[in-house]
């Protein structure tokens, strides 16, 4: 298998639970930055319109969403517990939590001045103002409830002491890490490593696991530019499906979307439909023919 190529953004918290997976897997992988919000066009190119970041591509492949691309880091390093639906119950309810309400109550809760004042510098001003924009459209359409920033900070506490307590071995779930960890982990990041929150500082035990995850970086990664990525994908085939399922809209023109936020569809062929998997074909010019893999969970897919 080759290399996984990383669409990403340094201050994404996504693309940090994918960063650090590949890390604790030890991959190479090719790194391609993108902006924090769109236009992408090279990127969208790629994804057909879904816009959440990160995305990976293997060659004519592309994976959107963690959940897929944690799938296919397993696959390459030999990690199942990095597999979402290999996990026990325990940790799917853990995880599906960890990815929604408390990524999102990490967000809305320590996004302050200062968080918009690295953006800037990282970038400029323009841009940490249209990141503002953007994402108070992505909150306007959304479909979670809202949370204001002081809920959000006290369900972050809660949260924090419930780790605190799980943390009796160096991992969430036992003495290795899995899955639950790294969904755990990127939310918090976001909270302690770049908003540089001080809620933190009571938590001994988060902050050492949070150390350990750390401890495994990022693996070894190249820089590709959005270019080279759009040629990889034109030169290569998407690679054979060997499930189908049994799905009434196999074959079919669909749309595709999250249902949660950011819910832009992609529009093209389902090809095939797992428990787990959603793959549709797209073609256009820059590409040639794409195959776009989904989570089952978390998306919708509908005749348009
Ligand atoms: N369920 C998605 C969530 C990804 C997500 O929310 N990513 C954030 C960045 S950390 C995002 O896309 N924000 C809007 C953007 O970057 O355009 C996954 O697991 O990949």
Redesign the pocket.
């Known amino acids: 298998m080759a290399d996984l190529i990383l669409h990403h953004y340094p201050m994404?918290?996504?693309?940090e639970k994918v960063r650090a997976m590949l890390g604790y897997a030890g991959l190479g992988w090719q790194s391609v930055t993108v902006r924090?919000?769109?236009p992408r066009p090279n990127l969208e190119a790629l994804t057909g319109g879904y816009?959440?970041?990160?995305v990976a591509q293997d060659g004519a492949d592309v994976f959107c969403?963690?959940?897929v691309?944690a799938r296919e880091i397993a696959a390459r390093g030999n990690r199942p517990e990095l597999v979402l639906e290999h996990s026990s119950e325990a940790v799917q309810a853990f995880v599906r939590e960890a990815?929604l309400e408390i990524?999102l109550a990490c967000v809305i809760g320590f996004s302050g001045p200062g968080m918009m004042v690295k953006l800037a510098k990282r970038t400029s001003t323009l841009n940490a103002l249209r990141f503002l924009k953007?994402r108070v459209s992505?909150g306007r359409t959304a479909r979670v409830s809202a949370m204001k920033p002081k809920q959000a900070r006290a369900k972050i506490r809660e949260h924090l002491e419930r780790l605190e307590g799980m943390l009796e071995r160096d991992f969430l779930f036992g003495d290795t890490p899995c899955i639950a960890d790294f969904s755990a982990y990127h939310g918090l990041w976001y909270v302690r490593d770049l908003a540089e929150h001080l809620v933190m500082k009571g938590y001994p035990s988060v902050n050492a696991w949070m150390d350990r995850i750390e401890a495994f970086g990022h693996g070894a990664a190249r820089e590709l530019s959005q270019e080279t990525a759009l040629a990889k994908a034109r030169d290569a085939e998407p690679r054979p499906v060997n499930m189908k399922g049994e799905d009434p809209l196999l074959g079919k023109q669909v749309s595709i979307a999250?249902d949660d936020?950011?819910r832009d569809p992609v529009v093209g062929t389902l090809v095939a439909s797992s428990a787990n998997e959603s793959i549709l074909r797209l073609e256009n010019d820059d590409t040639g023919v794409l195959h776009l893999h989904f989570p089952k969970e978390?998306f919708r897919v509908w005749e348009p």
């Open positions: 994404s918290p996504f693309s924090e919000m769109p816009r959440k970041i990160p969403d963690t959940r691309i990815d990524f953007d992505i999250p936020y950011a978390g």
